[in-house]
């Protein structure tokens, strides 16, 4: 079964940072990747997602993600965070699951804390 | 756009009873929708993936009599906990697809169900 992980339970940044967050997952087959965000008391939102094509993909508020298929990984990234960017962020993969249907497999998430 | 709405918010409910939770897409027709549990920092877990019109299809150990799923209409689907006892007690998460399963999903708030 496909498995996505994120290497940092808890990032910890002053403003004005430079930002990456990593993702890496297990699956041999095609996949379509995606990064979640969720602000304090919110629901999950999409930031930016690959399908296909150009491996560096850009998002909502100045994040952007590579796509290293040799690397098997997708990792976040953001040339300056903000305190409005403090929030859980999830990687996810779609992949095929057990049955044969695709299904989103989430990472554990990456808790990002920015200091003012 | 692409709003999901989940009700209620939060439910608390005695051993034994039954719960229902909806989930609807309030501004686009939802051919696939999903539901999610969550486990305290942990990551969102697939329950299952639902059709409209169509029979749920659950994951591997998901028990599809205690946790029944109902698609019955393009904007709404419906998560009944039956018979609920306090292992069940998590954050139950929907998620809404307008096109094909490997399509984006876009989220709920989700629904905290403590189960005493």
């Known amino acids: 079964a496909q498995s996505v992980s994120q290497h940092n339970h808890h990032v910890i940044l002053s403003e004005a940072a430079s930002l990456e967050l990593g993702c890496n997952y297990s699956?041999?087959?095609?996949?379509?990747l995606f990064w979640y965000v969720q602000y304090p008391g919110q629901h999950l939102q999409l930031l930016l997602k690959?399908?296909?094509?150009?491996?560096l993909v850009k998002g909502i508020k100045g994040f952007e993600a590579e796509f290293i298929k040799s690397k098997f990984s997708f990792n976040l990234r953001k040339p300056s965070v903000q305190w409005s960017d403090t929030a859980e962020y999830f990687c996810a993969v779609n992949a095929l699951s057990n049955f044969g249907n695709e299904k989103l497999t989430f990472g554990t998430g990456t808790r990002l804390t920015i200091i003012p | 756009g692409a709003v999901v709405s989940q009700h209620p918010s939060w439910v608390i409910c005695k051993s034994g009873t039954s719960v229902k939770i909806e989930c609807r897409s309030l501004?686009?027709?939802?051919?696939?929708m999903f539901w999610y549990r969550q486990f305290p920092k942990q990551s969102l877990m697939l329950m299952a993936t639902?059709?409209?019109?169509?029979?749920?299809?659950?994951e591997q150990g998901v028990e599809k009599d205690k946790f029944l799923i109902n698609h019955a209409s393009l904007t709404l689907s419906t998560l009944t906990v039956t018979s609920a006892h306090p292992e069940d007690s998590s954050f139950y998460i929907c998620?809404?697809?307008?096109?094909?399963?490997?399509?984006?999903?876009?989220f709920g708030p989700g629904t905290r169900l403590t189960v005493l």
């Open positions: 639902s059709n409209e019109g169509s029979k749920a299809t659950y």
């Open positions: 699956y041999g087959g095609t996949v379509n």
């Open positions: 998620s809404a697809s307008p096109g094909l399963v490997t399509d984006t999903q876009y």
């Open positions: 501004d686009f027709q939802a051919t696939t």
């Open positions: 690959y399908f296909s094509g150009d491996p």
